[in-house]
């Protein structure tokens, strides 16, 4: 367990970030230009990260998959940015935050994490408005703030529904001015296929050039993954179709523990499947809630049109079941009641997967202008996908897989269990528990490209200032590059008969089914089975035409899909040894009476880590306990 | 439904391209086009043929990937989407359906429908920022900016960088992408002090990169699938010329 | 300067101020030529002042250096425009998008070139250098360009002519007019719709005025 020290500073909790940047060892302006570092993704987190690091005189590498950095998958972040700067006077505080991402996270993360993201989140806001962000205003002047997610003050910063948009963008615009000055080279279209580790630290990446397909060595002090989720295991889900766990796994598969990778957030309000190609979930704005109201036919299978079904014949199962709250209740129950009902084989629509959201009481009484006013966005983009309009007849909406709290397990340093390697972003495990807040995504994201790693990250290299430049002709780099190569030549090799895609789609449906919503233990030993014999069958029977020096889209997502037969086992793995539900997971087997999640605190207040123990080779475990001293651990209820 | 697709497939950059025709049926209305062709790749796959190679992500008009020129207009038939927002219910059951590349020599093919877009971000790299160090920020409110000017470097701001501008442009201009830029950062106050200068750094290196001029055609605003205004080349122009004769 | 010429946008700035030059001599011409309409005393006494007056003759080579920079200028943007697409698109579409005369300002503009020869030729050079006839009004001798120029609006084909180069120059302007203010940058969200009014309604005063005459005394001619 020596590798898991969090490094969580002495002090009170308000003090602890403050006396740890005064206690972090710097790096002289010289010696910076020295160090190479190396950043991979180029998100909020990733690109800030890449132009503060610039900023600062480090020579810095920046990668993505993608055309171009601007792309990467925090553009789609639609809701908003928190921070705690209680601009609305409603008695916000970073204390306040910091305590709402805690509850909201089910007491599954550590308090000095949270406390010091909340800190930072009001930098970030000042950050991204001088760095250009359109920021939504009053008609003073000042800045604007909507609430959100349930919590009671306003503190979300928004730009209209594409705050990640303009966010990125603000933190794209910096990197390309380091660009500019020659302090990041950029590497676009690249795709991380190896971690290289030379004496135990991080030292290198492999990529594949996604457009010539060679294979390039790049070395450096230190490496930075901004990798972002890996919700698209389920093949299905709100996230862009390219967001994949590749490099995360690699640099789990050399020594990264990874943390609570079972903790998936399912959104449940999105547009549902409409037909069996497709590739993505639209989502639709949670605040339709307020006005619709969910339901599904009493009888199994009943095909008829929705407004042909009376009233008695209805079944408004979340005013059934949770009349205190009804439609409104959180996410975690709204979706798992749907699952429940569609499986019980009441859902509607062509595939049985979606229940009715239905504005025509609300239209009734309010006037059809007034649900216009509210939603005239939303009734559109939904009547653009499914040429249905909401005003005539009930939404079909459906849950979707939406973002991954679990990642890379780091240090408070933000460091993995690989020295030199560091995880920042949706792609570390860090801030929100089991479950995390609206508008909290960005928050991190900002917090830790332009201001946690670029301080914390000095306290390593302050050691490395003595080490040259990195060779890239070690045997280290053969080997992983060899690796890499012939992991790509024995894909391409299978020459079998189905798509990568028919396996990434059978995948996700394991996943969804047996590792989604609801989990129990019965489900998640079949689903190990149902993987592994799915990874057999991929292994043997994918087709990847072309070849490996062109561009090759089926190859590069073979790739990624190869990684998550294996990032899909360990999900389950973790599903099964936590018996008990927190947050977004909900374990059948732990539940009140009522049908609610059961934390059981005295056996799992832990993180779980699970390290790699070679291929084939069963993971091991190790428990980080949490400690709550700031903040009373209560239950969640919505009675 | 069923359709003739005639699609341009080109080995690499330096291949000669040329259109393959297919015949593709059973495509259900409520596929969008992407899924149209995601299902028509999978029969190319399973029959032993190299699958169309085209770009996408978010698959939600947000990440500007996407760049198919159909039919003769870039994202196809329909107004302010994206490619990946194209619904098969804009076309009718045994239509003949043409799919090209963005074409412009700053936009060179790699591969079937995908081109080369990097020269946007060496535009950007020309100027498209506030140089401001992480830090260096002032507190957020310390700036008011009025609403009506806050929203309209929003909607400059929402530029996707997808390049439908230059595919729709006759004369494959960029002055779309680099006046919502321009016009964004001029608008508000923290990016009015390299106003000037960012002008004329993006424009010089727009038209170094070999994209066309500017014809005020309005075909650019009327393919943007985030309809950003011809009056943001007109604050560009404003911009450009000031920063030149104050000098 | 060199280096602003060089830019596209300082191509544009000039292309549009010597468009808007011409836009204003367009005024000028045509309030010349409704004198026509008023007889054969009146027209040319207003003709002889054009080509006496100081002003008027300082600016006349001004004239022809605008139209020479508009043409030389929108001539190289287009032709070099041509070469930023290698590989044209297999199919275009523009009819939901742009105006027939945006996409055509260079083919408007070469058969009002066309137009312009064959203009000058028959008008500006016969009152030059050809031989025309003198009326004496009042104690001047002057030019009598009116004979002239109804000799050949009487010949249906001339008449067509003229009108087609009316239509075209209307066409050239609807979008030259406020695509000029737009390159100077002088255009706002409120601006925008006045300028389109603005430049329509001069495209149609412009072309129905330079129509109208030879019309007139064709129908004159038929009629009488």
């Given at each position: 367990m020596g590798k898991l020290q969090s490094k969580i500073p002495d002090g009170p909790l308000e003090d602890k970030w403050n006396n740890h940047k005064n206690s972090v060892r710097l790096v002289s302006p010289a010696n910076k230009n020295n160090l190479d570092i190396i950043v991979v993704g180029t998100g909020l987190s990733g690109a800030s990260a890449a132009s503060t690091l610039g900023e600062l005189g480090y020579n810095v590498k920046s990668f993505c998959f993608q055309d171009s950095p601007r792309r990467a998958h925090s553009v789609a972040a639609q809701g908003g940015i928190n921070a705690a700067k209680n601009y609305k006077n409603d008695g916000d505080s970073v204390f306040r935050l910091f305590k709402d991402i805690i509850k909201g996270g089910d007491y599954r993360a550590r308090e000095a994490y949270v406390y010091r993201a909340a800190q930072v989140s009001n930098q970030s806001i000042d950050q991204l408005v001088a760095a250009g962000v359109p920021f939504a205003r009053e008609y003073s002047g000042y800045l604007d703030n909507r609430s959100f997610g349930?919590?009671?003050?306003?503190?979300t910063f928004y730009a209209s529904g594409q705050t990640g948009q303009q966010c990125l963008l603000g933190a794209y615009s910096g990197l390309t001015r380091q660009i500019a000055r020659g302090r990041v080279k950029m590497y676009a279209r690249r795709e991380m296929l190896e971690l290289v580790v030379v004496e135990g630290k991080a030292r290198g990446i492999i990529t594949r050039n996604l457009v010539t397909g060679e294979m390039e060595r790049h070395s450096a002090h230190a490496v930075v993954l901004a990798t972002g989720g890996y919700g698209t295991i389920y093949y299905l889900s709100t996230l862009a179709v390219g967001s994949n766990a590749s490099a995360a796994w690699a640099a789990h598969r050399k020594g990264a523990f990874f943390a609570n990778p079972s903790f998936v957030q399912i959104h449940p309000t999105s547009i549902p499947q409409l037909n069996d190609f497709q590739a993505k979930l639209t989502l639709m704005s949670e605040s339709l809630r307020n006005d619709g109201r969910i339901w599904v036919p009493k009888k199994k299978g009943d095909k008829r049109h929705p407004v042909n079904i009376k009233e008695e014949e209805r079944d408004y199962y979340l005013e059934r079941r949770y009349p205190a709250f009804g439609n409104l209740v959180p996410r975690d129950v709204a979706s798992r009641a749907a699952k429940e009902r569609c499986d019980a084989g009441y859902g509607v629509g062509d595939t049985g997967l979606s229940v009715y959201l239905d504005f025509s009481h609300a239209i009734e009484k309010h006037g059809k202008e007034a649900i216009k006013s509210k939603y005239e966005n939303l009734f559109e983009m939904y009547e653009k996908i499914t040429g249905n309009s909401p005003y005539k007849e009930p939404m079909r909406i459906y849950p979707a897989g939406h973002y991954t709290m679990g990642g890379l397990w780091v240090d408070y340093n933000l460091m993995t269990t690989i020295p030199g390697l560091f995880a920042i972003g949706e792609s570390n495990f860090s801030d929100h528990g089991a479950n995390r807040l609206g508008a909290g995504s960005l928050m991190q994201c900002a917090g830790d490209g332009y201001f946690i790693l670029p301080v914390t990250i000095g306290d390593y290299l302050a050691d490395e200032i003595k080490t040259a430049r990195i060779s890239k002709d070690i045997p280290e780099f053969e080997q992983a590059e060899k690796a890499a190569k012939e992991k790509l030549q024995s894909l391409m090799a299978i020459n079998g008969k189905q798509t990568v895609n028919s396996f990434h789609r059978r995948l996700g449906r394991i996943m969804w089914d047996m590792c989604g919503m609801v989990r129990n233990e019965k489900g998640l030993k079949k689903a190990l089975k149902m993987i592994s014999d799915l990874k057999e069958e991929f292994l043997k029977d994918v087709r990847i035409p072309g070849a490996i020096n062109e561009i090759n889209q089926e190859l590069e997502r073979a790739v990624r899909v190869a990684d998550f037969f294996d990032l899909g086992q360990l999900m389950v793995h973790d599903a099964l040894s936590r018996e008990e539900s927190c947050g977004a997971h909900?374990?059948?087997?732990?539940?009140?009476?009522?049908?609610e999640a059961k934390r059981i605190d005295s056996r799992y207040s832990y993180v779980a880590l699970w390290e790699y123990q070679g291929e084939g080779n069963k993971h091991s475990l190790h428990k980080e306990e949490l400690v709550f001293e700031n903040v009373e651990v209560q239950e969640r209820s919505y009675k | 439904m069923e359709f003739k697709l005639k699609i341009w497939r080109q080995k690499n950059a330096r291949s000669q391209g040329a259109f393959v025709e297919y015949f593709i049926s059973g495509?259900?209305?409520?596929?969008s086009f992407l899924e149209m062709l995601d299902y028509l790749n999978k029969t190319l796959i399973e029959s032993g043929d190299n699958p169309v190679a085209f770009e996408h992500d978010c698959?939600?008009?947000?990440?500007?990937s996407c760049s198919l020129y159909i039919n003769g207009r870039p994202h196809g038939p329909d107004d302010l989407i994206a490619t990946c927002e194209l619904r098969m219910t804009k076309f009718k059951s045994g239509d003949t359906i043409i799919v090209e590349p963005w074409r412009a020599k700053s936009f060179p093919?790699?591969?079937?429908l995908i081109v080369d877009r990097y020269a946007f971000d060496k535009i950007m790299q020309a100027g498209g920022f506030i140089s401001v160090n992480s830090g260096a920020a002032p507190e957020a409110n310390s700036i008011p900016v009025s609403r009506e000017v806050a929203d309209e470097a929003f909607d400059a701001a929402i530029c996707i960088g997808c390049g439908a501008c230059v595919a729709a442009c006759k004369n494959s201009s960029a002055m779309l992408f680099v006046a919502a830029k321009v016009s964004q950062l001029a608008l508000l106050p923290q990016g009015k002090p390299e106003a000037e200068k960012r002008a004329r750094a993006m424009v010089a290196k727009m038209d170094e990169l070999g994209f066309g001029s500017c014809s005020n055609t309005g075909a650019c605003e009327a393919e943007c699938p985030k309809g950003i205004s011809l009056a943001h080349i007109a604050r560009l122009n404003r911009e450009f010329l000031l920063a030149v004769f104050k000098t | 300067m060199s280096s602003f010429i060089n830019t596209s946008i300082g191509k544009k700035f000039l292309i549009s101020i010597t468009g808007l030059f011409l836009i204003s001599f367009l005024a000028v011409h045509l309030t010349g030529n409704l004198f026509l309409l008023a007889g054969q005393e009146s027209f040319n006494l207003v003709a002889h002042f054009m080509a006496t007056d100081r002003v008027i003759s300082f600016m006349e080579p001004l004239l022809a250096v605008g139209f020479l920079l508009h043409i030389v200028f929108t001539a190289y943007l287009t032709i070099t425009n041509q070469?930023?697409?290698p590989q044209k698109f297999a199919k275009v579409d523009h009819r939901q998008t742009s105006s027939w005369p945006s996409q055509n300002m260079f083919v408007l503009g070469g058969l009002i070139f066309i137009f312009l020869v064959l203009h000058l030729s028959n008008f500006w050079y016969q009152m030059q250098f050809g031989e025309m006839d003198y009326i004496l009004y009042g104690d001047i001798w002057v030019q009598d360009a009116y004979s002239l120029v109804t000799g050949k609006f009487i010949i249906w084909w001339y008449v067509l002519i003229y009108v087609a180069g009316a239509v075209f120059l209307g066409l050239h302007l609807l979008h030259g007019f406020k695509s000029a203010f737009f390159s100077l940058g002088l255009y706002n969200k409120v601006w925008g719709g006045r300028l389109m009014l603005i430049g329509a309604i001069y495209s149609i005063i412009i072309t129905v005025g330079f129509s109208l005459i030879p019309v007139y005394f064709l129908i004159g001619h038929l009629t009488g």
């Open positions: 349930g919590v009671q003050v306003s503190r909900f374990r059948e087997e732990s539940q009140t009476a009522e049908g | 495509v259900s209305k409520e596929m698959r939600e008009g947000i990440c500007g093919v790699l591969r079937d | 070469f930023k697409r």
